[in-house]
């Protein structure tokens, strides 16, 4: 088993900076690729951004160049580091992790934490 723990949300005017943090714990060498996702009010949740084990990363094209997905090893820790933020960005972020840099089925996710993007 994984566990995945989110943690940095909040409420942050647009143009705004947030860095979202996401401690993971127990069977951690299960997982080849860590990633964010986020759902908005009445929408899917959508796929934001990935990082595999061996570095490469991947993101949506709603937040490349304005989001950046990054890892500490030493504390077992991802972060999404969130700029230029929009009223759009406005979610609930997920933390996953996974085998693959898409989501599957046998994925971990953690509880979310809400971020919330005034205009």
């Known amino acids: 088993q994984v566990q995945l723990v989110e943690s940095g949300g909040g409420l942050v005017q647009a143009g705004g900076s947030l860095t979202l943090s996401c401690a993971i714990s127990g069977n951690i060498f299960s997982i080849n690729a860590m990633g964010w996702s986020r759902q908005a009010p009445g929408k899917q949740r959508e796929w934001v951004a990935a990082?595999?084990?061996?570095?490469?990363?991947a993101y949506a094209d709603s937040v490349k160049d304005r989001f950046t997905i990054s890892r500490d090893n030493a504390k077992n820790t991802v972060y999404l580091q969130m700029t230029s933020l929009k009223p759009e960005d406005t979610a609930v972020y997920y933390c996953?992790?996974?085998?693959?840099?898409?989501?599957?089925?046998?994925?971990?996710w953690g509880q979310g934490t809400q971020v919330t993007v005034s205009s």
């Open positions: 990082l595999t084990r061996g570095g490469s990363t």
């Open positions: 996953r992790g996974g085998i693959l840099m898409e989501v599957t089925k046998n994925d971990y």
